[in-house]
């Protein structure tokens, strides 16, 4: 099963409204990342939290970490029709181990 | 400006036939990966390799294999391809081993008939 599972697998928002998605996890982890899709592209690497920190910005993204509930949440404020993607969450669980990436959350910004 | 290439955006090839998929970094990266997206799976490792000659593999190696000779080139070979290979494959690389930032080429969107 994957390590890292976003929710919702869907969100569609008007341009200007915050988009909110979250990534829950089984294991402890060593970081946690935010990677963007472009429909058919590659991912773009967005942010990248620690495991001892709890709060990251860039721009118009925020993320959060709460380990004892081992769930991330993205957050998009003042979305943009250029936001429209699909946003995976990637974990590792340890120094040399492995990225998992979660199935994404596809997110439809309305002009 | 950080930049990886794949080979081919789209590859149609047939039942048996031996594909390659070609991967270029122009960062001086130690490590590579390659990754098959499926929808509703995510993303899944195939292999990855951590210099040059070097080569390890991910969840799901299974009719493929990996050839680096190059430290800026990697390659994904499907010895004998079948339907169920049909996916989006992507290629990554990052300076520092895998938990760290990967940098990801556009993907090829292989078919097999």
């Known amino acids: 099963s994957q390590q890292g599972e976003e929710d919702p697998q869907a969100l569609s928002i008007q341009e200007g409204e915050n988009a909110t998605m979250n990534c829950s996890y089984k294991?402890?982890?060593?970081?946690l990342q935010w990677y963007r899709q472009n429909s058919g592209r590659g991912l773009v690497h967005l942010i990248l939290?620690?495991?001892?920190?709890r709060e990251k910005h860039s721009g118009r993204l925020r993320v959060t970490l709460d380990t004892s509930k081992k769930s991330s949440s993205l957050l998009i404020t003042a979305s943009r029709a250029a936001d429209t993607a699909s946003y995976f969450c990637?974990?590792?669980?340890?120094?040399?181990?492995?990225?998992?990436f979660g199935g994404g959350t596809r997110v439809l910004v309305k002009p | 400006d950080v930049k990886v290439t794949q080979s081919s955006r789209y590859l149609v090839k047939r039942t048996g036939e031996k594909v390659f998929l070609e991967c270029v970094q122009d960062?001086?990266?130690?490590?590579m990966f390659w990754y098959r997206q499926d929808p509703g799976l995510g993303l899944r490792l195939i292999y990855f390799?951590?210099?040059?000659?070097?080569?390890e593999k991910g969840d799901i190696p299974e009719g493929y294999s990996v050839s680096r000779e190059k430290k800026e080139r990697f390659s994904l070979i499907l010895e004998s391809a079948s339907t169920n290979q049909t996916s989006m494959y992507l290629c990554?690389?990052?300076?520092?081993?895998?938990?760290?930032?990967?940098?990801f080429g556009p993907g090829t969107r292989l078919l097999v008939l």
């Open positions: 990637a974990t590792s669980k340890a120094a040399g181990n492995k990225l998992t």
């Open positions: 294991t402890s982890i060593n970081n």
């Open positions: 939290i620690r495991s001892n920190e």
């Open positions: 960062m001086d990266h130690e490590n």
């Open positions: 390799s951590y210099d040059v000659k070097m080569k």
């Open positions: 990554a690389s990052s300076f520092l081993p895998h938990q760290e930032t990967q940098y």
